[in-house]
Each structure stands twice: as structure tokens, then as C-alpha cells.
């Protein structure tokens, strides 16, 4: 898409004011691929779609063909456009110029006594700096979004400078569809996935769904800027979400380590089990003990990945702010607080907390079997967390 440009951007870098634009003035935006001369009538009927044809007026003329007949061959040829040398004459026929505002076919005069070949290096030379000036314009939006990577920003910066370079309303949206930045706030975008009144560029960072960016483009489409512009911002967005998934992930299972270490009794030193409570926020202080909840297998296929973290984040609803929730290998283990160490208050705790499990697990068939230790007086005890049934 950075090999983009059209026929206005070849003919605002032709030098001099030699060039006019003749007919098709409201058809600019052709996609110029390549500049093509067609000294003969034989290499006019051998064009491609993209090709930007340099020819002459009497090469032009000179095929056989009526003038409107020509016009329209070369248009269902989807070329960008004519660019003609002009020969005694100074203008072209007028039923082809006709023509050519109908079909919308761009038509460029040169004029006469211009060689061909200088038509021929001027249009190549202006192919060329209509490409570094597409080229600058892409790094710039590339640029503008790894800076704000580079430094730390994150998806409502993205948004925001997606927003200021297509002057449409953005959001970011989650896997499940959910909007988690809107730029304006106050914008409404019809977010359903086949809106025909929004783009969307999906985030990805290898086979992890991070979501989508939606752009409404309910009164105008979005050009090729705009859409190498949302690229940039989901891969932007893409970087950040996975960098912050694995610092997340890092902090996890060293969270769960020290969890582990403590429950087992290995916890280190009464300051070092305080500087690691602090770190994550632990209450020790209270007497604690111990929750697993464990997974069995459905009857075919593996447990899904998502399935444990799932019911982790039920435990943490159900069980409150107090719980220390984390994930083991098949089951998952929290540190709760009971406030007696009646048998009964540890069941209820339990059954509550399988049966919020099954509510919003999505991965069934399963159930959880629960397992309660005795309460430890801190982590001075930590041998008595050990669970029993």
C-alpha cells in the first residue's frame, strides 16, 4: 500500500507548468502504477490497468479507431491516464476530450516540440518523487505511532493519534467486542463486526486476539492513509498489549511461586515473606487457609488453556478483595480468611464458591472438587496450610 499514489500526485511533481490537464479533471485519484510510452498505434493497444501511457497526439489519433471508441478501449483498460504530446495542433479533437470526461479518464497535454522522450523522463521523474514523497508520508505515520510506543504510551494515546490523522471517531474494542477506548468519548460507533458504517483492523501479536480498532467512516471510506494509518495503531496496540501480557504473566508465576513456597513452609525469612506481601498486596495479618479447586478433565480433548483463568477470576469475584488467588498446574489455590474456624463456615466458603465457578465457567462439562485447609495463625505457621479434605 506505500507504492500508492495517484495521478494528482504524478502531475503536482511534474516540473515546470508545460503539463495541463485537459479532460477527465475529476478522476485524479487513479492509481498510477507504472509510466508506460506507446510511440506506436501497436504499443497502444498493449496497456495495462495502472499504467500511466505517454504517448503523441498523432500516434494517438493515428490507431484507426474512433475518437470515442479509443477512449473507452483505453478505459476499460483501467489505465491512470493519457499523457500526450501535443503535435501542430495545440489542442486535442474535442469529442475525445468529451469522451474522456465521461469515462473520467485523466488526459495530460505536453506541447509541441517537446521530445518524447523528455515527456517520457519528466512523467518517469515525476513517478519517482510522487513514490519519496508517498515514502516520507508512510515513515511519518510509522514514526509517529513507534514513538509513541517507544515511550510508554498506551491504547487511548493510540487512539488519540489515530484519531488526529484520519479525523474520524476511533475505538478500541476487546476480544469479546467490547469498547475499552473511544476517541471523542462522546463518539458513537456501530461496533457490530459486519457494520458496514465502520472499518475495523484487528489487533493480533501471533495467535493471540487482542481485539480490533474501529474507525466509523459513516460519512466518507477511509483512503489509503487512513488504512495504513489503522495498521500502524493496531500494531502498536499490539506491541504494548503483549508486552504488558507477559510482564503480567512473568509477575504471576513468580506471585505464585512465592505463594507456594509459602504454603509448603519454604517462604524465607519473616522479612522477606513481608516485603514480598507488600509487593503484592497480601494481607497476612489474619488467619488463613487453604482453597483448592480442582478441575477434572472433560470426557474428550484437554482442558481448554483459558479454563483455569477463568474460574480464577470467579474465585476472586466470589471470594473477595481478601482472597489470594492463583493458578497451580491442574487447580487453582487461594488464601482465604475465615472469620471462625468452624468446619461449617470453610463448607460454605467452599460451595459458594464452586457454584459461582460452574456459573460462569463457559468450558462444560466440568466440576470442581474443593479442598479446605485448617486456618494458620500467619506465616509464622506456615506448616499447618497444608490442604487437607
Known amino acids: ?36 510510452p506507446a510511440a506506436t498505434a501497436d504499443r497502444l493497444r498493449h496497456v495495462a490497468a495502472g499504467d500511466l501511457v505517454v504517448t503523441t497526439a498523432t500516434t494517438l489519433l493515428g490507431t484507426g479507431e474512433a475518437h470515442e471508441q479509443l477512449i473507452a478501449r483505453l478505459d476499460a483498460a483501467h489505465i491512470a491516464g493519457l499523457a500526450v504530446r501535443l503535435d501542430t495542433d495545440d489542442r486535442l479533437p474535442d ?37 519519496r514523497q508517498r515514502l516520507d508520508h508512510v515513515l511519518d505515520i510509522h514514526q509517529r505511532f513507534s514513538r509513541i510506543v ?70 466518507a471510506g477511509l483512503n489509503a492513509d487512513g488504512i495504513i494509518a489503522m495498521e500502524r495503531a493496531a500494531m502498536g496496540l499490539a506491541v504494548r498489549l503483549a508486552q504488558a501480557a507477559a510482564v503480567a504473566e512473568s509477575q504471576e508465576r513468580f506471585e505464585a511461586l512465592s505463594l507456594e513456597e509459602l504454603v509448603s513452609g519454604h517462604g524465607g525469612s519473616a522479612t522477606d515473606v513481608a516485603e514480598r506481601a507488600v509487593t503484592f498486596g497480601w494481607d497476612l495479618s489474619r488467619p488463613r487457609a487453604v482453597l483448592l479447586a480442582s478441575i477434572d478433565p472433560p470426557e474428550e480433548g484437554p482442558i481448554p488453556p ?71 495463625r500467619g506465616p509464622s505457621a506456615p506448616s499447618s496450610l497444608s490442604a487437607v479434605s
Do not use: C
Open 1 to 36: 500500500m506505500w507504492r500508492d499514489f495517484d495521478v494528482r500526485a504524478v502531475v503536482e511533481s511534474l516540473p515546470g507548468a508545460d503539463a495541463v490537464v485537459v479532460a477527465g479533471g475529476g478522476a485524479m485519484s487513479r492509481s498510477v502504477a507504472r509510466a508506460k
Open 150 to 219: 517507544v515511550a510508554g504510551g498506551g491504547a487511548h494515546d493510540l487512539a488519540a493519534a489515530l484519531h488526529d490523522l484520519v479525523g474520524r471517531p476511533v475505538a478500541i474494542v476487546d476480544s469479546d467486542g467490547q469498547p475499552t477506548v473511544v476517541v471523542p468519548s462522546d463518539a458513537r460507533i456501530d461496533l457490530n463486526p459486519d457494520s458496514t458504517s465502520a472499518v475495523r483492523q484487528s489487533i493480533r501479536a501471533g495467535d493471540q486476539d487482542y481485539g480490533a480498532v474501529v474507525v466509523d467512516v459513516t460519512e
Open 95 to 131: 469529442d475525445l476530450l468529451l469522451m474522456a470526461d465521461q469515462v473520467a479518464l485523466p488526459v495530460i497535454t505536453f506541447p509541441a516540440g517537446t521530445a518524447l522522450a523528455d515527456v517520457t523522463a519528466a512523467v518517469l521523474d515525476a513517478l519517482l518523487e510522487a513514490q
Open 306 to 376: 483459558n479454563a483455569l483463568s477463568t474460574i480464577a477470576a470467579s474465585a476472586r469475584a466470589t471470594l473477595g478483595r481478601d482472597a489470594i488467588v492463583w493458578t497451580r498446574s491442574a487447580t487453582i489455590a487461594a488464601l482465604v480468611a475465615p472469620e471462625t474456624d468452624e468446619p461449617s463456615e470453610r463448607r460454605q466458603i467452599a460451595e459458594r464458591s464452586g457454584g459461582r465457578a460452574h456459573e460462569h465457567s463457559r468450558y462444560r462439562p466440568f466440576h470442581t472438587g474443593l479442598r479446605f485447609s485448617r486456618n494458620a
